[in-house]
């Protein structure tokens, strides 16, 4: 959803865009369909530097590409289109009436600070108790769309290029306020989209687009917003959550290489799903905090760990080296399977001969890792649910050891 300064019918077919600009910029790009039944405002709220000016937003008619996000949603399509969000029904300065910007359809203000909402019309204002509840707001500015009264409709998509106050950060604004009321928990139905740097989208985990994203949009047409030779990652956020505005930034001081690595019998990639998953995060909050505020260190500890780990048990679990050649197996559940997936792969009684197991520990800590190890002779099912027993221990050691 989003903030709007009045009463909303129904808002339908969320869809996002956030992506870096080459000049150090954030692009936004918002859809939606809505049903008003009076004039009132969407509002955006918008993490720029502060006390920047009033010209600090360029905001950016797409009022020729109306089915952007249709040639977006193609880039990322198994069947048909990627799927889409559901419906839900739902001045003090002394100084002058804020700039107007005729924007396609719409009518746009940018707010640079919210003590200058009092110099919008009172229509488009968010009411002051929401603003009192949001203090983080305080310095931020406002991209504000008018919406005229009509029946439900959908709306060419509302773009702008803002300053970013977090160098790097990708910012989402997925705060919702509807009637002046602000709730703890929101139920989001977003289809959202981004380009970011290969770092974090190794970290997100969404799903990559099938090619670069100009195979898919017309970036004339777009304004420079979408980098045409660069891909994008996109994810469907539904259900509850917490009300609050999603940010994609990679713990300080993390490489692309501090992901994945490999010794002599293993190899792992480091999974951090809980920490971007923002509408299921709630489910798992330990999980949630280890990759958020920990991750470094769960980096360090997974690679130096594995290499003390399989060192000590090296011969009690009769490991080999680590090649991809070996047949494969994993662990599904607390059963030995072989195979590469529960679809296709079938329990083993008795194994037997080398071989490679997809192991994916977890603890109280630690949300699924990827880890695999090369056996010179495969363990028998109890031994192979001990070594999983022993690869969780590892990872809240290397939690509780942060």
Aim: aromatic share 10%; proline share 8%.
């Amino acid at each position: 959803m989003c903030m709007f300064s009045g009463h909303v019918e129904q808002v339908s077919a969320t869809k996002i865009f956030a992506g870096d600009l080459a000049d150090g910029r954030q692009a936004l790009i918002y859809s939606m369909t809505v049903t008003v039944g009076k004039p009132l405002a969407m509002v955006l709220p918008l993490p720029v530097p502060a006390h920047g000016p009033e010209d600090a937003v360029d905001f950016v008619n797409l009022d020729g590409y109306a089915d952007l996000f249709t040639d977006l949603g193609k880039a990322f399509a198994k069947r048909g289109t990627y799927p889409q969000a559901f419906a839900r029904s739902l001045s003090p300065t002394g100084m002058g009436r804020l700039v107007v910007h005729e924007v396609g359809a719409f009518v746009a203000s940018y707010v640079p600070h919210s003590r200058d909402f009092a110099r919008l019309d009172p229509r488009f204002r968010l009411p002051p108790n929401i603003l009192a509840a949001l203090p983080h707001y305080a310095d931020w500015g406002f991209a504000v769309f008018q919406l005229d009264p009509g029946k439900q409709k959908e709306i060419h998509p509302m773009a702008l290029r803002f300053p970013r106050r977090v160098p790097g950060a990708i910012y989402f604004p997925l705060t919702h306020v509807h009637d002046g009321y602000l709730p703890e928990i929101a139920e989001l139905d977003h289809a959202l989209y981004c380009q970011v740097s290969p770092l974090m989208g190794t970290l997100l985990e969404w799903d990559p687009s099938h090619a670069p994203l100009g195979n898919y949009v017309d970036g004339s047409r777009a304004h420079g917003l979408i980098d045409p030779a660069m891909g994008g990652r996109a994810s469907v956020m539904s259900g509850p959550a917490p009300n609050r505005d999603l940010w994609l930034q990679p713990p300080a001081g993390l490489t692309l290489d501090d992901l994945s690595g490999q010794g002599d019998s293993f190899t792992y990639r480091v999974r951090t799903v809980f920490h971007y998953a923002w509408s299921r995060y709630h489910l798992e909050p330990e999980w949630h905090d280890t990759s958020a505020n920990k991750l470094p260190a769960l980096c360090r500890g997974i690679r130096e760990g594995l290499v003390e780990l399989t060192a000590r048990n090296a011969r009690a679990w009769q490991l080999g080296p680590y090649s991809t050649k070996l047949q494969p197996y994993f662990m599904n559940g607390d059963q030995l399977w072989i195979g590469n997936d529960y679809t296709t792969g079938q329990r083993v009684e008795e194994p037997l001969g080398p071989g490679r197991i997809a192991f994916r520990p977890f603890g109280e800590l630690v949300e699924q890792q990827d880890i695999s190890l090369s056996f010179a002779q495969l363990p028998n099912q109890d031994d192979a649910r001990a070594i999983n027993c022993a690869l969780s221990e590892m990872l809240d050691q290397i939690v509780d050891d942060a």
